[in-house]
């Protein structure tokens, strides 16, 4: 049998259902569920995770594309298929450094339909001609009309960090959407997409209806892939990984889940897997970092350089309540809604009885790649000789030899640039965390509860365990007995690893590790 074609790039489900031998995987019950229980809905998912395919699906459905829906969920769910007037406004296609960009696109994408539905311009307001053309479309073709927005927040999240650009552009958008509003009446069905929330009455003004469906436990695995999705749909490429890496199917499963699972959009939903990666991983046959290498998008690096952010907060997890991550983005005054959203914290628990979530890096793809993120804020530049360095550090790690990577360690923090600010036992432990953390697959944690205290980090390896105690221009032999009256070693002692203590002490004279003691 011939190799399935992976759908990777794909937005179009014209395109992807018109090739021979594409995956797909089915989604259309959703669409039809989504169609039949409401008019008015927003959806809100990170990056890469299917949105423009499913804006793609409800306009092929909407305008009765029967055909593209062969053996599909929908073909046995939907009866009438009626034609409707679809109004598709993909605003992913453009920077918006400046606000000329915005209007160009906008008028191009009027431009396309009034020709169409041989609507009357007339003027160069954007909420006029909407309005204008909805009622054209509905007179041409005598049914209501569906708006699908793709990207509703793109030119907005350009301007993210800009106010004044912010104001006027959303100010433009809140004009060119107010007539769904207005118009509803002549309106079948509208679906708005894209990876932020920004408030409602700030950008849709008075669209009251509208059904924000993000959190919804029943369109949780609307984008994205389930557990259950990849054993049955996509089982003979998970085989072929397998056989690639000469592994077992269930350890192929195990290795993709820990790389590329763990999002939850709601309180019940299913594991979701990233499907860039995922299907990436399957097509390559190899567990690489797929999502990061598409970039790191400027309004999250602006984010980490704006806010203090700690990234071991999200190792085990962050307690918050709904209010703090499903927010307006433009109001946040945390970091936490913008990571939420765009995909580099998920819901990892909820608490029913306190209405408390739990929010925490969904994998391991993510979490190395924040990491990374966060890197340059702390070891600045990036150069080759640091990625040297790192693999040089991660080569002692794995020959236990802890005094040649602590000395490997000393060398590059000295080469750091002086920040004066910075020079603090949180800042050094923070370096500390991220080169251990992306030196090795091996467990990194800090501040790590015991019975009288918190140990400041510990790396458990396949058959060590050593925890470490930072001091300030301090004695390492006070670290080491710190290490022994708070018993940190105590939860490890009957897993039958070799417990290693080690004492460091930063030098701010030296802006570096001065010395350390191995106990």
Known sequence: MASRIFPIGIQSFEKLRERENVIYVDKTALVYRMAHEGTTYFLSRPRRFGKSLLVSTLEAYFQARKDLFKGLAIEKLEKEWKEYPVLRFDLSGAKFAEIENLN?????LLSNYEQIYEGQVGTDVFSTRLANLIVAAKKKTGLPVVVLVDEYDAPMLDSLND?????????????????LKSSDNDLKFIFLTGISKFSQLSVFSELNNLDNISLNDAYGSICGITETELREVLKPEVESLAAELEISFKDACAKLKQKYDGYHFCRKSDDI?????????LKNKSLDNYWFSTGTPTYLTEQIKRYNIDPKTFETGMPATVDMFDTPTETATS????????????IKSYNPQRGVYTLAYPNEE????????????????????????????????HQKDIEGALTLMRAFMSSIPYDGAHQDERHYSMIFYLIFSLSTQFSVRTEVRSAAGRADAVVETDDTVYVFEFKLDGSVDEALAQIDSKGYLIPYSANGKELVKVGVNFDQNLRTIGEWKIG
């Open 335 to 346: 970091p936490i809604p913008v990571l939420y959203q765009s995909g580099y914290l998920t």
């Open 104 to 108: 160009s696109l906008l008028n191009r």
């Open 366 to 397: 993510v979490r190395i790649g924040f990491l990374k993120c966060m890197m340059p804020f702390y070891v600045n530049p990036i150069s080759d000789a640091n990625s040297s360095f790192l693999i040089r550090f991660t080569e002692a790690l």
């Open 273 to 281: 897997y990233n499907p860039f990666s995922l299907l990436n991983a």
């Open 163 to 179: 106010k004044d650009r912010l104001i006027q552009i959303r100010n433009i958008m809140r004009d060119f959407y107010s007539p």
